[in-house]
T-cell receptor, first 112, second 117 residues
Framework: NAGVTQTPKFRVLKTGQSMTLLCAQD?????MYWYRQDPGMGLRLIHY???????AKGEVPDGYNVSRLKKQNFLLGLESAAPSQTSVYFC???????????FGPGTRLLVL | AQKVTQAQTEISVVEKEDVTLDCVYE???????LFWYKQPPSGELVFLIR??????QNEISGRYSWNFQKSTSSFNFTITASQVVDSAVYFC??????????????FGGGTRVLVKP
């Protein structure tokens, strides 16, 4: 039982490049989330999903897209990376709406 | 909007001392959930405890204990007999409903705990 895993762990991008961050959970959780963590800003919700095939915007969705084609996976895409997207990205999942969110190990992204 | 405040930015103690982390929150919800997470130097976020708003019973779990007082909107966390491995950033968080049946965590700014041997 791996819990929540994230791929890759670290990535360097040039401005304008695209990439996809993968989050996978093996706990059969319905809800999945993407957060970003920045110094002095805490964690902020980017997008979330309440079930397979559904996604919704969080508080900082601009510049990101997501997909939840399979229940266990939640993908975060950056179509055209910008330096402002340099951050640590955390994926989380939970069984239900008000249940505990369990986090992955994070992906550190540097956009030059 | 909901808000979580952790007034202590950094606490430094010597091993075996007790450490109490303060957390004050604001919410208009009548039912809500509060959490503490730990972020060690390795960077992952580790869930520690969860408390719902209608259960004010304070508990102890090993070296961890928490004091939830709804009247003062506080959810303080104590580490007893601290150890070097407790060195980390500790986040208090409040669950907040969002549209489309979703939910998000509103995090405080975190308190960095440094336990010296």
């Amino acid at each position: 039982n791996a819990g929540v895993t994230q791929t890759p762990k670290f990535r360097v991008l040039k401005t304008g490049q695209s990439m996809t961050l993968l989050c996978a959970q093996d706990m059969n959780h319905e809800y999945m989330y993407w957060y970003r963590q920045d110094p002095g800003m805490g964690l902020r919700l980017i997008h979330y999903s309440v079930g397979e095939g559904t996604t919704a915007k969080g508080e900082v969705p601009d510049g990101y897209n997501v997909s939840r084609l399979k229940k266990q996976n939640f993908l975060l895409g950056l179509e055209s990376a910008a330096p402002s997207q340099t951050s640590v990205y955390f994926c989380a999942s939970s069984w239900g709406r008000k249940e505990t969110q369990y986090f992955g190990p994070g992906t550190r992204l540097l956009v030059l | 909007a909901q808000k979580v405040t952790q007034a202590q930015t950094e606490i430094s103690v010597v091993e075996k001392e007790d450490v109490t982390l303060d957390c004050v929150y604001e919410t208009r919800d009548t039912t809500y959930y509060l959490f503490w997470y730990k972020q060690p130097p390795s960077g992952e976020l580790v869930f520690l405890i969860r408390r719902n708003s209608f259960d004010e019973q304070n508990e102890i779990s090993g070296r961890y204990s928490w004091n939830f007082q709804k009247s003062t909107s506080s959810f303080n966390f104590t580490i007893t007999a601290s150890q070097v491995v407790d060195s980390a950033v500790y986040f208090c968080a409040l669950s907040e409903p969002v549209k489309a049946a979703g939910n998000k965590l509103t995090f405080g700014g975190g308190t960095r705990v440094l336990v010296k041997p």
